[in-house]
């Protein structure tokens, strides 16, 4: 996951995750990035320090932060940068909930999800809710027969 500083044709300043630098050009294209304050989908990335990792320091690298930018009175006073990370707490919130609901209320499976989701779904098994390890092509295999998958929520901090 990338996180980007960025701003709109009105320069109103703002940060979205995206998987790729590839994921955020192509939501960009699509007009499908649109600035959270006044909905504008002309969008680009704002200049944001690097991300440095000291010799001691291996394995925690700092996160990026946006550099300095001059933002539009009425976006600072109207507080619309901390009203987006309030709805992006509540969001990441809401979804390791929910992860965490089905974690709690599910069996693991691991890398028999696909084997077990089949057996399932054929009657071979009883029907239980299970959660485990399936690659793309065996999520898409598993799909194509009919059998409803969806991928578990991962939060940034997850990964780290």
């Not at 996951?1 to 960009?28: G, K, P, T």
């Not at 690298?61 to 309030?86: F, H, I, K, N, R």
Request: hydrophobic share 35%.
């Amino acid at each position: 996951m990338i996180r980007y500083a960025l701003h709109c044709d009105r320069n109103h300043a703002f940060e979205s995750w995206f998987q790729s630098s590839s994921a955020y050009d192509s939501q960009v294209k699509r007009k499908l990035v649109t600035c959270p304050i006044c909905g504008s989908a002309k969008v680009e990335k704002a200049i944001m320090a690097p991300r440095i990792v000291g010799k001691k320091g291996r394995g925690r690298a700092t996160t990026p932060e946006p550099v300095a930018t001059t933002a539009a009175p009425e976006a600072a006073a109207s507080g619309s940068t901390s009203l987006m990370m309030a709805q992006e707490r509540e969001l990441r919130s809401k979804l390791k909930e929910l992860r965490d609901h089905i974690v709690k209320n599910a069996d693991n499976v691991g890398e028999r999800f696909a084997n077990e989701a089949r057996a399932m779904h054929y009657g071979d098994k009883e029907h239980r809710p299970i959660y485990g390890e399936a690659s793309p092509d065996e999520a898409k295999s598993l799909i194509d027969e009919g059998i409803e998958v969806s991928p578990l929520p991962t939060l940034p901090e997850d990964r780290n």
